[in-house]
């Protein structure tokens, strides 16, 4: 009796983990198998925060996207290189609300440091963040989304999430370098958790 009820329990798991499988396969935005979610950086940058992806250390291109560019370029995002973030940032326009950043990482991350002014959108739980992000986002002219940089994929799936939500495509940039370039460059960083809206900063 016993057998037939492990074999009958055996068959069910196995044509749930297929149908898993299948949806996962063919859906858009479904999990690589092969991806390392988690990897561990044998040289950690000083203050650059405990993201879920942590960036890769291996050399970069000149514009610090780690290679990135041809997958973001494929789902129709646009890409900032370090300059262009930075002068986003300096543009007076930012202090209007006009130029705004995303931070698209998770709550300890962006205590740990953020570029002043910064939105938060975790892209793990929109539901928290979206009510301040989607106004800002209508309101302003151009829009930068990064996280840690290099091989993180959350500003990818944010910006993504942005666009669905309805937000124009020309606005939205990925800033390929992340944070952690921000960090190597020596421009302001802003520490504190997010109380929703976000001051401009200096």
Known sequence: MIKPILIEGFLVALVGLTLALGANAISPR???LSRN???ESSEPTKGAGGGRNQPS???SHPDGTNGVRDRL???GLQIADAL???AAFDDPLRLQGLVIFIDARGDEAYAGGHI???LQLDYYHPE???PIVLPACTVAQRIIVYCNGGECEDSEFSALMLRDAGVAAEKIFVFGGGIVEWRQREWPVATGSSDGAANPGP
């Open 30 to 32: 479904g999990l690589s």
């Open 37 to 39: 979610y988690f990897p």
């Open 57 to 59: 250390l291996q050399p």
């Open 73 to 75: 370029l494929a789902k």
């Open 84 to 86: 262009a973030a930075k």
């Open 116 to 118: 002043p002014g910064s």
């Open 128 to 130: 928290k963040y979206l």
